[in-house]
């Protein structure tokens, strides 16, 4: 009889094990939100804790030297005054002090585009795309947009009317440019990315969505609208379609950083609902 109780008992406690095993499994199945043919996978706990946001200040994970960043901060109080000049020089000391650090590469990049210094401006969103070739900040369109208007693909002076979105806080003025740029240029896709975000019909939006994704746009702009796409299949009831896309662009190798951490979020918006 104890032999018998034994072999029962042992065939219980596998039983047991097996189906706790088969539980686990069909759990972790359940959270699988996207998985791809190359074996890539998202699970529920995987979105946990993603925001969408990316602080580009920390992005690189690398200890910033004091001086370099307390001329950094003088720099950009400069340029916010006007004082380019007196910017430059200051990002040029942080660059010589910290080279590695694409932050004062990239204002100085920047603070040229506002001196309307075009050459030195893309040469410096050259120098920051090297160090942070994963996306930083609006890296990736402003090569795109330069390299555009020094090719002679797009018209000289495009890229800072472009920046005129950003700068206005008027919705009507945003579109108003944003209608503008894809009528001068309609092969620029930054345009149509910014004129889907503003427009509220959402099939004339798909409409920008895709005039943008048919220009060759820059990765960072590819991924925006992508999202946008994403966003509105799923209102559409395409919530499948939504998240192979959302997926596909979150194991992408040529996906920045900024595009990654939205898209993450964006998937796990639309899985909560």
């Known amino acids: 009889m104890k032999r018998t109780t034994g072999i029962f008992s042992l065939t219980f ?46 992005v690189s994970n690398q200890t910033i030297d004091a001086t ?5 901060k003088e720099a950009r109080e400069f340029g916010q005054a006007g004082r380019y000049d007196l910017s430059i020089a200051k990002l040029e000391q942080a660059v010589k002090i910290q ?19 075009f050459d030195n401006a ?12 994963k996306g930083f900040f609006t890296t990736k369109t402003a090569l795109y947009s330069l390299e555009g208007e020094q ?60 005039q ?7 990765a960072d702009t590819k991924g925006i609208l992508e999202i946008n796409k994403a966003i509105i299949l799923n209102e559409r009831g395409k919530t499948e379609d939504a998240k192979q896309l959302l997926g596909n662009l979150i194991f992408s190798p040529d996906a920045t950083t900024g595009n990654v951490e939205l898209a993450k979020f964006t998937l796990k918006t639309i899985t909560e609902k």
């Open 212 to 218: 943008g994704l048919s220009k060759n746009p820059d």
């Open 13 to 58: 406690l596998i039983l047991c094990s097996c189906q706790s095993t088969t539980n686990n499994a069909n759990s972790e199945e359940e959270d699988i939100i996207f998985k791809d043919n190359s074996g890539h996978s998202l699970s529920k706990s995987d979105l946990a804790n993603v925001t969408g946001q990316v602080n580009y200040e920390i």
């Open 151 to 210: 090719s002679g693909k797009f018209p000289k002076g495009l890229y800072t009317a472009y920046m005129q979105i950003e700068w206005t806080n008027d919705t009507n003025k945003k579109l108003e440019i944003a209608n503008a740029l894809t009528a001068k240029a309609p092969d620029f896709a930054p345009a149509w990315k910014e004129l889907a975000n503003l427009l509220n019909d959402k099939t004339e939006r798909l409409k920008a969505i895709e």
């Open 122 to 133: 893309l040469k410096f969103y050259k120098k920051t795309d090297e160090l942070e070739p």
């Open 68 to 72: 370099a960043k307390a001329l950094h």
């Open 99 to 117: 080279p590695t650090w694409a932050y004062p590469t990239y204002d100085l990049a920047y603070t040229y585009l506002l001196k309307g210094d």
